[in-house]
Each structure stands twice: as C-alpha cells, then as structure tokens.
C-alpha cells in the first residue's frame, strides 16, 4: 500500500468514526468532536486528489440511506450441542444473534466477528456464508433498506458474558429459540440458521 493508498484508508476509517458518531450521538460536546473529525477526514483525503476538503465534505454530508442501502452482518455461532447463541438487546429486550452494521474499511466477516466480540466478548472466525438478506422482505418494521450477510462463525476463545452493548446472552436450541421474543428479522434469520446447520437445506439462503 503506497503513502496515499494509506491516507485515503485513514481518511475513511475517520470519515466512518464520524458520521456514527453523529448518527448516535447526543452530547452537544461529543458531536462537536465528530464535527472535527469529519472535517479532518476530508482535509486528509484532499490532500491525495483534486477536489477541496469543503468540496469533500459537502460530499460526505449527503445522506446515503436516502439513495443506497446499508450493509449489516451478522453471526451464527453454534455450540458442541446445537445450539445457537443469541443475546438481548438493551434498547427493546428482543433477542437475535449478534451482529449490527459493517463499518468503514472493514468485509462483512469481520464487521460479524467483531459485532460478537462487543456484543458477547467471544473470539469467533467467520467460515461460511448463511443467507443474504433484504431486511424489507423479512422485517415488519423497516426504517431504511439494509442488506444483511449471515455467517455461520466457529468459536476461537472466550466465553458468553454481558457486555455494554446487550442485557443477556445465552445458548438456545430450536424449540427454546422459538419461545423468544425474537428482533425483527431474526424470526427469519435464527430458524434458516438452525436448517442450514442441522443439514435440513444446503447452500446459502437469498431473501
């Protein structure tokens, strides 16, 4: 990777730190911090081209979601039992399995192997694609497009725990994962996991 390759990365990965930041955000302090960090990011990309960093982040603050769909990941990470994790979400109390959205610079595997790290402080390796997923073909509720990519992720260390992010974690086999109050297109997503591990249906699920 040359000098610029890196800088345009760096200036991406700020860039994605910053429009989160805001997304989420509420602090009036902690926003204005992101406000600079999304005016860095487009200082340091103009510096690799033509365009100036007013003019880049004009650009960055166009809302995307409006015209082109988000990318999500999630992980289905089965025990020696069968049986699937899933954790609680603190923000309505529904289960799924973890996962959330893919940040800047990182492949949908390693935004799932990392969304299970913050989410269950577990070490997983992603190995194998589940189903690819429209989130406005198996959700009630859609707020924007997403595209959500499930991988069928093996343990590597650590064991289920709380974390800042969840209010339970836990392992369920099918019948009990069905007595769940499940988050949104995971009643869709948790049983078509079950299917593809327990060999019921082969090949990547489409929806």
Request: aromatic residues 8%; glycine residues 8%.
């Given at each position: ?177 069905a ?23 082969s090949?990547?699920?489409?929806h």
């Open positions: 990777m040359t000098p610029a390759d890196r800088l345009i990365a760096l200036a991406e990965e700020l860039r994605g730190i910053a429009a989160a930041g805001l997304y989420y955000g509420t602090d009036e302090y902690d926003r204005a911090r992101y406000h600079r960090v999304r005016r860095l990011a487009a200082e340091a990309l103009a510096l690799t081209e033509t365009r100036s960093a007013d003019e880049l982040e004009r650009l960055f603050l166009a809302d995307l979601t409006e015209r082109t769909a988000l990318a999500t990941a999630d992980a289905a990470v089965f025990d020696g039992s069968g049986r699937l994790l899933l954790t609680r979400r603190r923000d309505c109390g529904q289960w799924c399995m973890p996962g959330g959205l893919t940040d800047v610079g990182e492949t949908p595997a390693e935004a799932a192997e990392r969304e299970t790290r913050e989410e269950t402080g577990m070490e997983v390796r992603a190995v194998a694609l589940y189903g690819l997923y429209d989130n406005r073909r198996i959700s009630d509720t859609p707020r924007v497009q997403t595209y959500c990519a499930v991988f069928r992720a093996e343990w590597v260390s650590g064991t289920p725990q709380v974390t800042s992010e969840t209010c339970d974690v836990g392992w369920f086999d099918r019948a009990a994962a007595e769940l109050e499940l988050f949104r297109g995971h009643r869709v997503k948790v049983p078509d996991a079950f299917d593809l591990f327990e060999g019921k249906r090949g990547a699920v489409f």
